[in-house]
């Protein structure tokens, strides 16, 4: 579990995060939404220490991220994996290569070990026979499993997505929806998803925070977003056309279910 504790970060005399709270569960799909600009991304960068506040707590498990001394902040970073936006994969590695480099960097396993580790993560993204090939050689659904097989190699504690289904297709973003949700209830890690994408929000979320103009505005999960009486939340969801259907099918059968 990620607990934070009325952070506030700002930039040239600009506050973007106000006094946010939140709580982020084990074992759980947690979601940061918001429009672009809201704060979303600053948040999880400060919460993954890549952005330090200016004030406020970042607990893992209870242990203050904000008050860690150098070498307790490199024993935490072994405990977290990072799936990045573009899958940032290394295009002169295979994709065997790609998912044991944390392994080899900072596992202190042994070559063999390091091998079955990979193989295993690989497996388990349904990558079996990908291994010698490169990135430029496979699609970009591919490319986002290689990521999440590396992310997950380092059996981490806490796992951190920014925009995992950028520049994917629909049925391709469902698959890696899917395989984020199974692994986290898998080894019960704490996932926080950074994302706008209201598929990802209605399929997967479990616990959502909603981040309108830097504060946290709304926290709930997929089943009760479309109840908020919340303008901004309404507005982010019902966007667009289709889920303004959505919306008016879900009222509209709601009031026929009553008279029932």
């Given at each position: 579990m990620i607990e934070v504790k009325n952070i506030t970060k700002s930039f040239d005399g600009k506050t973007i995060l106000h006094d946010i709270s939140a709580t982020f569960y084990s074992g759980k799909t947690n979601l940061i939404i918001g429009q672009s600009g809201s704060g979303k991304t600053?948040?999880?960068?400060?919460?993954?220490?890549?952005?330090?506040?200016?004030?406020?707590?970042?607990?893992?498990?209870?242990?203050?991220?904000?008050?860690?001394?150098?070498?307790?902040?490199?024993?935490?970073?072994?405990?977290?994996?990072?799936?990045?936006?573009?899958?940032?994969?290394?295009?002169?590695?295979?994709?065997?290569?790609?998912?044991?480099?944390?392994?080899?960097?900072?596992?202190?396993?042994?070559?063999?070990?390091?091998?079955?580790?990979?193989?295993?993560?690989?497996?388990?993204?349904?990558?079996?026979?990908?291994?010698?090939?490169?990135?430029?050689?496979?699609?970009?659904?591919?490319?986002?499993?290689?990521?999440?097989?590396?992310?997950?190699a380092l059996k981490p504690r806490y796992l951190f997505c920014d925009e995992p289904n950028s520049g994917l297709d629909p049925k391709t973003s469902i698959v890696i929806d899917e395989l984020l949700s199974d692994i986290t209830h898998e080894y019960d890690m704490t996932t926080i998803i950074n994302t706008h994408d209201m598929n990802s929000v209605l399929g997967i979320g479990e616990n959502i925070v909603f981040i309108d103009h830097g504060h946290k505005a709304w926290v709930g999960d997929k089943g009760r977003i479309f109840k908020t009486t919340n303008e901004a939340l309404n507005d982010f969801v019902f966007a667009t056309r289709l889920f303004q259907e959505v919306k008016e099918y879900i009222v509209h059968h709601g009031e026929a279910d009553e008279q029932k």
């Open positions: 600053v948040l999880m960068k400060s919460i993954v220490g890549l952005i330090r506040p200016e004030q406020g707590e970042i607990l893992y498990d209870g242990r203050d991220y904000l008050k860690m001394d150098g070498n307790q902040i490199k024993a935490i970073r072994k405990e977290i994996g990072m799936l990045f936006q573009g899958s940032a994969l290394f295009d002169s590695e295979t994709v065997l290569g790609n998912v044991m480099f944390p392994l080899v960097m900072f596992s202190g396993m042994s070559q063999e070990e390091q091998l079955e580790r990979a193989h295993f993560c690989l497996s388990r993204v349904n990558l079996v026979g990908a291994e010698n090939k490169y990135p430029s050689e496979i699609s970009g659904g591919m490319q986002k499993r290689v990521a999440i097989a590396r992310a997950i």
